[in-house]
């Protein structure tokens, strides 16, 4: 019987399944985009449930437009966005929305932890304090302390719908070592949760579910569940990754000094080291657990990079977003195209593109600006701005890892995720890093990652790391220009500068925006 495996990624603008064989070749995907909810400013949130219907959605879809029989389905595995959390009760159901990684509303509790214990978190977790569970699960005990009494267990968007298509229960929750170094609790290199964290912030320790490998099998689609995807009872359900990490370990990033570029609705710049280095210097940098356990990928991100451009296209490019769907083209390679006349730096036009806060080092008072801007400058300056500030951003991540990493030869950039399709961007990003970028044979690198965790739970693959050497390899290189990187490495310096003289001013902004507004005369 031939051996078929189904990765699902659950991320935060929409849910992709895909149907893959045993030799890492597509078979057929699917796609539904998922709604997010913003019920005062800085608050996002998205559903459950929304998550569950999407993933039934786009597996049923896949399976069908792959023609393979559900029997032939030997695993499936689930990923899905990392900062935010899910909670449930002993019985599995939703307590609350997800709150999502883009939602600041636990701010206060962020600048709380960083009082009490900073370095302890970041020596313990790998990660300063930030936008994610620790301080977003302290929010829901500090104001909502009725509804965290009902919460059983906090969990992720991917273990939510993996739980429900196998009717598991709320003491039968589940983590895999990829989020821990979100979780504020977890001691990451030990793989287990913290006590002493859990002590100082008086969290109960059985509110967290246990931790697993991303291989092991957690659950089997129930009856009712199978029949709405169109897969059959019992297929083995694996626990799967979080988004980053699958989406590295697809791109086949398990080589020390292999670095990764994911550029989707945010931009992380990370590489692949063995030593776990905490950033208490900085305090920008992340330390994340691979798929693979002996492997880590320190990292940092710019929350919402790619969508800074997602809202350029449907606030600003409507014109030419109305054009290229006419055309039935891509809205970012009509903009890329006239982004490309624009000369280096924007003819001096710099963009900020904190529009959501900036997330390491936490400050959530910082927004986004434009600085420079005469008028001379048109739409395309501002949109290969952008493409420009989050290459500058990279710029600042590559500095601090070569100095808590000096011994790393950096070999290539991998690029995933919806912007690695742009050329264009990564000839700009390669130009600005001053290292090359990789393009791969194949796109579907977080369904590939799954596929492969999938088929080694169930014994189809017997090593992860050869397998995904197999199926992934560079296929172009996309070389740095020097003089291109010399005058490039002028706006990174300038552009830390502008960040940086910036604070007091959005600091100013945030203390009036907190003062009651007069009301309008009619």
């Given at each position: 019987?031939s051996?078929?495996?189904?990765?699902?990624?659950?991320?935060t603008m929409?849910?992709k399944?895909?149907v893959m064989?045993?030799?890492g070749r597509l078979?057929?995907?699917?796609?539904?985009?998922l709604?997010?909810?913003?019920?005062?400013?800085?608050?996002?949130?998205?559903?459950?449930?929304?998550?569950y219907?999407?993933?039934?959605?786009?597996?049923?879809?896949?399976l069908?437009k792959?023609r393979?029989?559900?029997?032939?389905?030997s695993?499936?595995a689930?990923s899905?966005?990392m900062a935010g959390?899910s909670t449930?009760?002993?019985n599995?159901?939703?307590?609350?929305?997800?709150?999502?990684?883009?939602?600041?509303?636990?701010?206060?509790l962020?600048?709380?932890v960083?009082?009490?214990?900073?370095?302890?978190v970041?020596r313990?977790v790998?990660a300063?304090?930030?936008?994610?569970?620790g301080?977003?699960?302290?929010?829901?005990?500090?104001e909502?302390?009725?509804v965290?009494q009902?919460i059983?267990?906090?969990?992720?968007?991917a273990?939510y719908v993996?739980?429900?298509?196998?009717s598991?229960?709320?003491?039968?929750?589940?983590?895999?070592?990829?989020?821990l170094h979100f979780?504020g609790?977890?001691?990451?290199?030990?793989?287990?949760?913290?006590?002493e964290?859990c002590?100082?912030?008086?969290?109960p320790?059985?509110?967290?579910?246990r931790?697993?490998?991303?291989?092991?099998?957690v659950?089997?689609l129930n009856?009712r569940?199978?029949k709405?995807c169109?897969l059959?009872?019992?297929t083995?359900i694996a626990?799967?990754?979080g988004?980053?990490?699958?989406?590295s370990?697809?791109a086949?990033?398990?080589?020390v000094?292999?670095a990764f570029?994911?550029?989707?609705?945010?931009?992380?710049?990370?590489t692949?080291?063995?030593?776990?280095?905490?950033d208490?210097k900085?305090k920008?940098m992340?330390l994340?657990?691979?798929v693979?356990?002996?492997?880590?990928?320190?990292?940092a991100?710019?929350s919402?990079?790619g969508?800074?451009?997602?809202?350029f296209?449907?606030e600003?490019?409507?014109?030419?977003k109305?054009?290229?769907l006419r055309q039935?083209?891509?809205?970012y390679y009509?903009?890329?195209?006239?982004?490309?006349k624009?000369?280096l730096g924007?003819?001096?036009?710099?963009?900020?593109?904190?529009?959501?806060g900036k997330?390491?080092?936490?400050?959530?008072?910082?927004?986004?600006?434009?600085?420079?801007f005469?008028w001379?400058?048109?739409?395309a300056?501002?949109?290969?701005s952008?493409?420009?500030?989050?290459a500058?951003?990279?710029?600042?991540?590559?500095?601090i890892?070569k100095?808590?990493?000096?011994?790393?030869?950096?070999t290539?950039?991998?690029?995933?995720g919806?912007?690695?399709?742009?050329d264009?961007w990564?000839?700009?990003?390669?130009d600005v890093?001053?290292i090359?970028?990789?393009r791969?044979?194949?796109?579907e690198f977080?369904?590939?990652g799954?596929?492969?965790?999938?088929?080694?739970?169930v014994?189809?693959f017997k090593?992860?790391?050869?397998?995904i050497?197999t199926f992934?390899r560079p296929?172009?290189?996309?070389?740095p220009r020097l003089?291109?990187?010399?005058?490039?490495?002028?706006?990174v310096q300038?552009?830390?500068k502008l960040?940086?003289?910036?604070?007091?001013c959005?600091?100013?902004l945030?203390?009036?925006s907190?003062?009651?507004?007069p009301?309008s005369?009619?």
């Amino acid at each position: 019987m031939s051996a078929f495996l189904i990765g699902v990624d659950i991320g935060t603008m929409g849910t992709k399944a895909a149907v893959m064989n045993a030799d890492g070749r597509l078979m057929a995907d699917a796609y539904d985009e998922l709604k997010l909810y913003y019920p005062r400013p800085g608050w996002v949130e998205q559903y459950p449930e929304d998550f569950y219907r999407s993933a039934i959605k786009t597996i049923r879809q896949a399976l069908k437009k792959s023609r393979i029989s559900p029997r032939d389905i030997s695993a499936i595995a689930f990923s899905g966005q990392m900062a935010g959390v899910s909670t449930i009760d002993k019985n599995w159901r939703p307590v609350t929305h997800y709150d999502s990684w883009l939602d600041v509303r636990c701010e206060p509790l962020v600048d709380y932890v960083r009082k009490k214990c900073e370095e302890l978190v970041i020596r313990t977790v790998g990660a300063p304090p930030s936008i994610a569970h620790g301080p977003k699960i302290l929010w829901w005990k500090r104001e909502k302390p009725k509804v965290f009494q009902r919460i059983h267990k906090f969990i992720m968007p991917a273990v939510y719908v993996a739980g429900r298509l196998a009717s598991l229960k709320g003491d039968e929750a589940y983590q895999d070592h990829s989020y821990l170094h979100f979780s504020g609790f977890a001691d990451a290199r030990r793989l287990k949760w913290s006590e002493e964290l859990c002590e100082i912030f008086d969290v109960p320790f059985d509110k967290f579910p246990r931790i697993v490998k991303p291989w092991e099998i957690v659950g089997e689609l129930n009856s009712r569940q199978a029949k709405e995807c169109g897969l059959v009872k019992g297929t083995p359900i694996a626990a799967g990754a979080g988004d980053t990490a699958v989406s590295s370990l697809g791109a086949g990033i398990v080589e020390v000094g292999m670095a990764f570029d994911i550029a989707g609705a945010a931009s992380v710049l990370s590489t692949c080291v063995d030593k776990f280095v905490p950033d208490t210097k900085y305090k920008t940098m992340y330390l994340a657990r691979s798929v693979i356990p002996d492997l880590w990928y320190p990292q940092a991100y710019l929350s919402g990079g790619g969508l800074c451009l997602r809202w350029f296209r449907d606030e600003i490019a409507t014109e030419e977003k109305a054009a290229a769907l006419r055309q039935k083209r891509d809205p970012y390679y009509v903009l890329d195209a006239i982004a490309k006349k624009v000369p280096l730096g924007s003819d001096y036009l710099i963009f900020i593109p904190h529009l959501g806060g900036k997330v390491y080092p936490y400050d959530p008072k910082v927004r986004g600006c434009w600085f420079g801007f005469n008028w001379s400058h048109r739409k395309a300056h501002f949109y290969r701005s952008i493409l420009e500030a989050v290459a500058y951003e990279y710029g600042y991540y590559l500095r601090i890892l070569k100095d808590l990493y000096p011994d790393v030869k950096f070999t290539e950039v991998r690029a995933v995720g919806g912007g690695a399709r742009s050329d264009f961007w990564n000839q700009l990003k390669a130009d600005v890093l001053g290292i090359p970028y990789a393009r791969l044979n194949r796109p579907e690198f977080s369904v590939l990652g799954l596929a492969v965790i999938a088929g080694y739970s169930v014994g189809v693959f017997k090593d992860i790391k050869s397998t995904i050497k197999t199926f992934v390899r560079p296929v172009r290189r996309i070389e740095p220009r020097l003089r291109y990187r010399r005058y490039y490495e002028q706006y990174v310096q300038l552009y830390l500068k502008l960040s940086e003289a910036l604070q007091g001013c959005y600091a100013e902004l945030f203390n009036i925006s907190m003062r009651k507004r007069p009301s309008s005369s009619r």
